[in-house]
């Protein structure tokens, strides 16, 4: 594959992220953080490595830190995004991991929720997303509180499915349970 044709892909990629992202935020009654979920993708430190390292099955993240040990556009994504557990980070705080807003967890589960669909398509299941947290969770810097919420929400979808699960109301309780 080409450069251009890559560039085109990363942008179909992450057109098709938002606009699944979006999708669910409007279920949940967030469209706002749906219209702005990853805007920065777009910006050329963000799309410039995402072509670069561009696979189509799995994250250019993940791919540019496997090749250079590092990812400036994930630097540069998680500093300025709400919904990245990674934003919530102040180790000069007592709590350190910081309990992340409503509207920004919402989107964070949105987020999820997508980018599995996105790139397991087909093969995607409703008990996908939980398997998947299962293994990542305890290597992620996320609030304990914040990470019992996913959990139990991913664990909701295993059972009932996303439009059971992902409501306003759910969405609400779920943080009142875990965040107040
Ligand atoms: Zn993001």
Known sequence: ????????????LITKHKWVVFKLCVKVGEPIRGIL?????????EFSEGVKYYSGTH?????CKK????????????????HH???????????????????YVAEML???????????GKEWTKEYELRYWLEEKDKIDINP??????????????KNGIDEVYTKENFKKLYKKYCS
Request: net charge positive.
């Open 59 to 63: 994250s250019p993240i993940i791919e």
């Open 110 to 120: 949105c987020d999820k929720m997508a980018a599995g669909m996105i790139y397991k």
């Open 85 to 103: 557990s990674e934003y919530w980070i102040d180790k000069n705080t007592p709590q350190k991991f910081i309990i992340m807003p409503y509207k």
């Open 1 to 12: 594959m080409n450069t251009l044709q890559k560039a085109i892909k990363h942008f179909c």
């Open 37 to 45: 979920h990853d805007l920065s993708k777009y910006s050329w430190t």
């Open 145 to 158: 509180k914040i990470r019992d919420l996913v959990t139990d929400c991913l664990t909701q979808v295993s």
């Open 67 to 82: 090749h250079k040990g590092y990812s400036e556009a994930w630097l540069h994504h998680k500093g300025r995004n709400k």
